[in-house]
């Protein structure tokens, strides 16, 4: 059986609000009471949320340091200077090649001496980041975060790749480029939302939902061949597709190979090339599944065995063989086996240990990790995820005191899955109507997450059955006892432990979300199951 998890109900909405909103927009009153949970209680509100607008993005000389920024890149540009863009720390490697200046994309706002050692070698540096900085900004010509506490910037959850687009609305409004030539840079800036989990409200809502239909209309030729390589249906790409299929195969470029790859796959302008380093970066990803799939088993059989680090409050696992490019998704499946903090380990250049680190609802993991900070070689990260470095020989003192930091402030509430159920359902109300509206609440993402709906007394109408390579996840078609005319077909994951309560004709209360699956253009409605109970189970 899977982990029993908790199932909370959110508290009804004020009534009066969701009979007006239902009333003024005539629809179904459970879908007013979701806009009103997203702080949406008036017409001109819903009609904002329903029909987001480019034309409300924020001006993006809003931002620190954008102005010093902005002249920066135009006298490079004036000058004939040679400008690197970079995702990573180490400059290095790049000191050498006669460039100018170079722009950071989702790092350096802890890269002092980094940016230290740029300027020595008469390297100017503007960050474009978007994580937690420390008290010391480094000393580039621009740094360029939201999160920053002198930054009077409006909106502060950008993605690193979000902050760099803001650069380049500030050039092209300076320099009277018109937006509209900007457009297609927009399914690049999805693919970086949905792939870096920032929260898909306000700016991002915005930029999200004409990135989608960037990607969904013309993507440009390496998206393209990534969506095709997935297997996916184009022209109806939702943050879905890309967190879990895109997203992973352009991440196994750099985490199996290079990172340069992924560029090339992204800047290819004709489909055969593309297709081509598509084809390469698949084969990496296929190889991270099964590199994946075999460190996540040594993982789980090191906890069960006791042969871990820590199995207490947190979950801690070092191997010096495991591949690094692998550990934060194994830090995530164990997550998800044993429901606690977890951090896993491996070596890395320098004798060094690196390891990634994944939390559960509610505990901030980044603060616990900041607590040991005079352990650590470099960290950054979220409250959820962080990455960290350390010398080997401080390994031990690290587990030991983070096992003590985590220990003073979880609480048991923070140890049980939690799923958070917005609304009950019959399944009668699911009618086409309901499902259009429904659509309009996408993208879906952090701070706009898809519905979670309850009904209970359903059960199966006999076709039932085990799915997957080793019958692991049901495939059913749901009845609603109260509602016998209203079937829908279901899926739900690791949950065939039970398939012999259902089989038997039992029923079950079910948490779901809706989505709609596409094959060969026909699109149907499935419900994709988070959590299902035995009727005699009372919630």
């Known amino acids: ?84 863009v970079y995702g990573d720390y180490d400059v290095d490697g790049t000191a050498d090649n006669g460039f100018g200046l170079i722009i950071t994309l989702d790092c350096g706002i802890k890269a002092n001496e ?5 300027k020595g070698k008469g390297i100017d540096m503007i960050i474009c980041d978007h994580h937690l900085p420390e008290n010391d900004i480094p000393d580039a010509v621009a740094v360029l975060d939201p999160k920053r506490e002198d930054c009077g910037y409006p909106f502060d959850d950008l993605s690193g790749c979000g902050v760099g687009f803001k650069l380049v609305q500030a050039y092209s409004q300076m320099y009277g480029i018109p937006f509209e030539s900007l457009v297609p840079l927009l399914d690049l800036l999805v693919v970086s939302i949905a792939s870096d989990l920032v929260s898909v409200t306000g700016e991002n809502r915005i930029l999200a939902h004409y990135g989608l239909k960037q990607l969904n209309g013309e993507p440009r030729e390496g998206l393209l061949a990534m969506i095709q390589l997935s297997g996916l249906e184009p022209t109806h790409i939702t943050i879905d597709d890309i967190v879990f299929k895109i997203g992973p195969r352009i991440n196994a470029a750099g985490r ?14 004709d489909a055969q090339t593309a297709f081509r380093i598509g084809t390469e970066i698949n084969e990496h990803n ?34 010096p063989h495991w591949h690094k490019g692998v550990v934060g998704i194994v830090a995530s499946r164990l997550v998800e086996a044993f429901y606690r903090p977890t951090i896993v380990f491996t070596r890395s250049h320098g004798g060094l240990v690196t390891g990634s680190a994944r939390s559960i609802h509610g505990f ?4 616990a990790i900041e607590s040991c900070s005079d352990l650590l070689e ?71 997450g898809a519905p979670v709906f309850l009904t209970e007394n359903v059960y199966d109408n006999g076709n039932g059955r ?29 949950m065939a432990g039970f398939f012999d ?25 499935q419900l994709r199951v988070k959590d299902m109970r035995e009727r005699d189970e009372m919630i």
């Open 256 to 269: 199996m190979e290079s990172g340069r790859m992924a560029v090339e796959l992204l800047t290819a302008s």
């Open 286 to 319: 296929n190889e991270r599944k099964s590199i994946d799939r075999r460190i996540t088993q040594e993982a789980l059989d090191m906890v069960r065995t006791g042969s871990c680090l820590s199995s207490g409050n947190a979950t801690i696992v070092y191997n």
């Open 1 to 84: 059986m899977p982990v029993e998890k908790k199932w909370i109900k959110r508290e009804n909405a004020d009534a009066e609000t969701v009979s007006r909103l239902s009333s003024e927009l005539g629809i179904d009153p459970v879908l007013a009471e979701l806009l009103v949970q997203r702080g949406i209680h008036t017409f001109s509100q819903a009609r904002s949320f329903f029909r987001p607008d480019l034309a409300d993005l924020h001006d993006p000389f809003l931002m620190k340091d954008m102005d010093k920024a902005v002249d920066r890149v135009h006298r490079a540009i004036v000058g004939n200077e040679k400008i690197l």
């Open 114 to 118: 980094k940016v230290d050692y740029a």
């Open 501 to 525: 309560h259902i089989k038997a004709g039992n029923p079950i209360d079910v948490c779901y979300s809706i989505v709609e699956n596409y094959y060969r253009g026909t699109a149907n409605t």
């Open 466 to 494: 085990k799915v997957g390579a080793e019958g692991g996840h049901l495939k059913l078609e749901l009845i609603q006892e109260s509602h016998p005319y209203h079937h829908i077909s279901a899926i739900a994951f690791n």
């Open 378 to 448: 470099n960290f950054g990260g979220h409250l959820y995820a962080a990455g960290l470095t350390l010398k080997e020989e401080n390994l031990t003192a690290f587990c030991e005191r983070i096992e003590l930091f985590i220990s003073g402030r979880i609480i048991p509430e923070m140890q049980t899955p939690v799923v958070d159920v917005d609304a009950m359902l019959n399944f009668s109300q699911i009618t086409p109507k309901f499902l259009r509206i429904l659509k309009q609440f996408q993208p879906f993402g952090p701070g706009n």
């Open 364 to 367: 901030d993991l980044y603060d």
